[in-house]
């Protein structure tokens, strides 16, 4: 694996993931919105350790043009990505987006923002990526998906908007697979789920957790590399947790 990218690298897992590449020798694109870019001093510190193995860059992958753009930049510096993954996820925001608990917390906005975010970013990712990751050596496409995005697991209910756009997410993830199978023959396309993760996106439902249910990003990102390095072809369209157990849909 020569050369990754992050989406997403200011959120809690982003960030310890970007770290443990760099540690491990892989040369890291690592994307974060425009906004932060010259704010996030996490970004700021690894950039003068690690000097040209890291290029920060900016992507919304809520504006498919930003989403063009930074496919564009990134074909600048090089012709073949190994892996990606998509660390960016929406649930809750200070612009009033919280989790539904019941019917009556359903609206348009939160869920066209959560599925902007969730299910249609992977999608653009993809689309724009495809060039990149279509060579002769095995590439991996991955989205950090959630457990809650699973069907059949589904039994607390509520969480309309993003249980439904991790669904979304997980069929794309399937969907791409089929396509990717055909077209990029050596890609590997899968969604991965981090477990229960103390990162700002937890946060706020963290207090009914059970003891040492919550783990450190840095924790989550070391299962998450274990389980992508451990990846087989046949494996291509699946969600696979932190352990490596797959998550029916
Ligand atoms: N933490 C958990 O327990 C848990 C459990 C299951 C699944 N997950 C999934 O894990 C992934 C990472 O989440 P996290 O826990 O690291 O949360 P986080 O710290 O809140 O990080 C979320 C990331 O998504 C980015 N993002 C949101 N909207 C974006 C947009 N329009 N364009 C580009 N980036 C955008 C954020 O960027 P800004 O910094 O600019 O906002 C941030 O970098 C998500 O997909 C989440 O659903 C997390």
Same mark, same amino acid.
């Given at each position: 694996?020569?050369?990754?990218?992050?989406?997403?690298?200011?959120?809690?897992?982003?960030?310890?993931?970007?770290?443990?590449?760099?540690?491990?020798?892989?040369?890291?694109?690592?994307?974060?919105?425009?906004?932060?870019?010259?704010?996030?001093?996490?970004?700021?510190?690894?950039?003068?350790?690690?000097?040209?193995?890291?290029?920060?860059?900016?992507?919304?992958?809520?504006?498919?043009?930003?989403?063009?753009?930074?496919?564009?930049?990134?074909?600048?510096?090089?012709?073949?990505?190994?892996?990606?993954? !998509?660390?960016? &996820?929406? +649930?809750?925001?200070?612009?009033?987006?919280? %989790?539904?608990? $019941?019917? =009556?917390?359903?609206?348009?906005?939160?869920?066209?923002?959560?599925?902007?975010? !969730?299910?249609? &970013?992977? +999608?653009?990712?993809?689309?724009?990526?495809? %060039?990149?990751? $279509?060579? =002769?050596?095995?590439?991996?496409?991955?989205?950090?998906?959630?457990?809650?995005?699973?069907?059949?697991?589904?039994?607390?209910?509520?969480?309309?908007?993003?249980?439904?756009?991790?669904?979304?997410?997980?069929?794309?993830?399937?969907?791409?697979?089929?396509?990717?199978?055909?077209?990029?023959?050596?890609?590997?396309?899968?969604?991965?789920?981090?477990?229960?993760?103390?990162?700002?996106?937890?946060?706020?439902?963290?207090?009914?957790?059970?003891?040492?249910?919550?783990?450190?990003?840095?924790?989550?990102?070391?299962?998450?590399?274990?389980?992508?390095?451990?990846?087989?072809?046949?494996?291509?369209?699946?969600?696979?947790?932190?352990?490596?157990?797959?998550?029916?849909?």
């Amino acid at each position: 694996m020569d050369n990754a990218l992050i989406i997403g690298a200011s959120g809690g897992i982003g960030i310890k993931m970007t770290q443990l590449l760099l540690k491990k020798g892989i040369n890291v694109i690592a994307s974060v919105r425009e906004q932060c870019l010259n704010k996030f001093e996490c970004l700021d510190t690894l950039k003068s350790n690690y000097k040209s193995q890291l290029i920060p860059i900016s992507m919304d992958v809520s504006s498919q043009k930003s989403v063009e753009k930074a496919f564009s930049l990134i074909s600048e510096h090089t012709n073949k990505l190994h892996l990606i993954i !998509n660390c960016t &996820g929406l +649930l809750h925001n200070d612009e009033g987006l919280h %989790p539904e608990k $019941r019917l =009556e917390d359903v609206n348009t906005d939160n869920l066209v923002q959560s599925f902007t975010v !969730n299910s249609i &970013g992977p +999608l653009l990712i993809a689309r724009y990526a495809l %060039p990149l990751l $279509r060579h =002769e050596e095995r590439s991996i496409l991955s989205n950090i998906s959630a457990r809650v995005g699973s069907i059949s697991d589904n039994r607390a209910g509520g969480w309309y908007a993003y249980r439904a756009a991790k669904a979304a997410q997980n069929m794309i993830t399937k969907t791409l697979a089929i396509e990717l199978n055909r077209r990029s023959p050596h890609t590997i396309c899968i969604g991965l789920h981090p477990g229960t993760v103390n990162t700002k996106l937890s946060k706020p439902f963290q207090r009914n957790l059970k003891l040492g249910q919550l783990t450190t990003a840095e924790q989550s990102v070391n299962y998450l590399y274990k389980v992508i390095t451990g990846l087989e072809k046949k494996d291509s369209g699946k969600i696979f947790a932190w352990d490596g157990s797959e998550i029916s849909p």
